[in-house]
């Protein structure tokens, strides 16, 4: 049997803040774990790209879109750039799969589709990790990231203040 917790939400925000990265959040144990992956998601199977674990956010986190004001860490626009549910692949729990350092996901977002590895780096520090593609159905070795934040799009973004301290 599946575990309940097997199949939660996940987003990616597309922040751009000093540096624009993206911020790759699994909803898992009633929080948001968080990684900033400063070149995006990729659905190309031969590209790997660093992940490094940031603090936890809040399950309200999950359709956070603005402008974070002046001032505050993370200052910037963000937008949502995927959103949907993701499912372990392997092992039942995955906060016991986060622990071991290695989860096997698959993802059901608008652009990102099918299996993913998230594994931690070994002798960088417990905060790099690693997001590749697996070759499935859906991997794509023309795949380039589209931005999400056009001219309008940024126009309809107000100043908001997080629930949460860093980004
Ligand atoms: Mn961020």
Redesign the pocket.
């Known amino acids: 049997m599946k575990d309940p917790l097997a199949q939660t939400r996940f987003v990616v925000?597309e922040?751009h803040?000093r540096q624009r990265?993206y911020?790759f959040r699994l909803e898992m144990a009633g929080v948001l774990k968080s990684w900033?992956v400063p070149k995006g998601p990729s659905m190309n199977a031969a590209e790997k790209r660093l992940a490094v674990m940031?603090e936890d956010h809040p399950i309200a986190y999950l359709d956070f879109e603005g402008i974070i004001p002046a001032g505050q860490s993370?200052a910037g626009p963000?937008v949502v750039w995927d959103q949907g549910t993701y499912e372990l692949l392997e092992g039942a729990n995955p906060v016991r799969a986060l622990e071991a350092g290695k989860m096997v996901i698959a993802l059901y977002g608008g652009e990102l589709k099918g299996s993913f590895t998230l594994v931690q780096m070994k002798g960088r520090g417990a905060k790099h990790w690693l997001l590749i593609k697996k070759k499935d159905e859906y991997s794509r070795t023309d795949w380039t990231i589209q931005q999400r934040l056009t001219k309008e799009k940024r126009r309809n973004l107000r100043e908001k203040v997080p629930p949460c301290e860093s980004?």
Request: negative net charge.
């Open positions: 925000q922040h803040a990265h911020d900033a940031v993370g963000v980004h």
